[in-house]
Structure formats: C-alpha cells, structure tokens
C-alpha cells in the first residue's frame, strides 16, 4: 500500500549500532520541539520532548539535542533495534497564544539484523 | 494509542460527495486536532479546538470544516470531496499544559483513516 515514507531522507544502520537523525527546524522563537516515531500504518507515537532551555534530554535508549545557534534538533538511538524501523519526525512549537505543532517531513530509519 | 479512536479506517467516496471522518477519545483531553498526512510532506494541521465552543484554523482548512459535537468527539467534514484530499487523516488530542495555554504537551494520535477520493 501507499506508504508515508516516500520521497523521505532514509537512513539505514545495522542492529546494535547508535542512529542519529537531523532536523532543521525554521523559527528561531520555537521554543518547544518533539519527536514522533510513526510505524508502517499506525499513527505518530511520542518519543522525547525538549524546551528551548535546555540543550539536551535523554530517555531510555534516547537522547535528544537542542542547537538553538543553527537552529538543529537531532534524536540519537542507542543500540538501535529492527523495532526501532519508522518515520520519524520532529516538530515545533512556535508561541503564537495557542501552542499548535509544526511537523518536519521525516526521516526513514531502516535497521538491518 | 487506543484512548483515540478514529472512524472509519478506510474509505473510498467519489468527487463531489460529502464525507464525515468521526474522533473519539477518552483521555479527557480538552485540546483535539485534525491533521493530514501526504507522502514525504510530513503531517499539516487542518483545524484544531481546544475547548468545544473554540474551533480554530490549520495550516490548510480551505475544503474542510469541522464540529466539536462533546469533549471527546471531533469530527472532519469534507463537503464537496476532489482528488487532491486523497490522504492518510489523522486526529490528535492534548491535555491542557502545565505551564499555561501557550504552553505545549504531547499529542496522542490516532490510528488515522485513510481515504481515497476517485
């Protein structure tokens, strides 16, 4: 079936090793960014946050970057996994008086065994 | 996430037809959004309501309308239905945020419908 991950930047690792996925993002007053891991016919699925006060946070097996000088945000997977195959997309907030996200266009993470 | 419930899965409608796509949850979020999804464009917001008397426009609204029916009911309208809206539609909620209303929390999605306009 049609799939959400055409035309995307794909990255491709063997199990075990660590992936980093980029994201430009494009208004240097964001002041919130997420990244949301989306698996072949299911919705986006959070998986770390980060506020424009800090530069990084890690959650299990996951660490997210905040650059806010280039304005770069990168995810990195430790130990990645065949699961851990999926879009990923990061997003931004932007203050606006209502706190809706703006989403990237993903980047494919394909993990060979 | 199973809390957000999206009717139907699937369709197939033809141009011109009217077309509702139903969201339900019951995570008691107030915040609810509509999105769609197009190969390698990422997801754009539709419209989004973060009460049942707010209704608010996306990135991409023109074609669309929408009806904020209880807390935990959003529905999508597409009244007059063309090709160009063939896509993967999702639905998001979000509770309201500790650190204010400009604040931001994490969206929970739905399992998203995917139609096709002939």
Redesign the interface.
């Known amino acids: 079936g049609e799939s959400v991950g055409l035309h995307l930047p794909t990255l491709s690792v063997q199990e075990g090793d660590n992936s980093i996925i980029n994201c430009a993002y494009s208004n240097s007053a964001s002041d919130y960014f997420i990244w949301y891991k989306q698996e072949s016919g299911k919705g986006p699925q959070f998986i770390i946050d980060i506020r424009s006060n800090m530069d990084k946070r890690q959650g299990q097996r996951v660490t997210v970057l905040l650059n806010k000088t280039v304005k770069h945000l990168s995810l990195q997977i430790a130990a990645t996994q065949p699961g851990d195959s999926a879009v990923y997309f990061c997003a931004e907030g932007r203050p606006s008086g209502y706190s809706t996200l703006t989403f990237g266009k993903g980047t494919m993470l394909l993990v060979s065994p | ?1 199973a809390d ?1 419930t999206q009717t139907p899965r699937n369709r197939i409608t033809k141009t011109g037809k009217r077309i509702m796509l139903e969201c339900s949850q019951t995570k008691g979020h107030d915040r609810m ?1 509509w ?1 769609r ?1 197009d ?7 539709i419209y ?1 309501s ?1 009460d049942v008397k707010d209704i ?1 426009k ?2 991409i609204s023109d074609g669309y309308s929408v009806s904020r029916q209880a807390q935990a009911k959003f529905s999508l309208s597409l009244e007059s239905a063309i090709p160009n809206q063939t896509a ?1 539609y ?1 639905c ?1 909620t ?1 509770d309201f ?1 500790s650190g204010g ?12 419908t ?1 139609l096709t306009v002939l």
Do not use: I, K, M, T
């Not at chain 2, 190969?39 to 917001?45: A, F, I, S, V």
């Not at chain 2, 209303?101 to 998203?112: A, H, I, L, M, R």
């Open positions: 996430d957000v959004y999105y999804q190969p390698g464009l990422g997801l754009r917001l989004y973060f608010n996306g990135e993967l999702f998001a979000s945020p209303p400009s604040s931001y929390n994490e969206q929970f999605f739905g399992p998203g995917r």
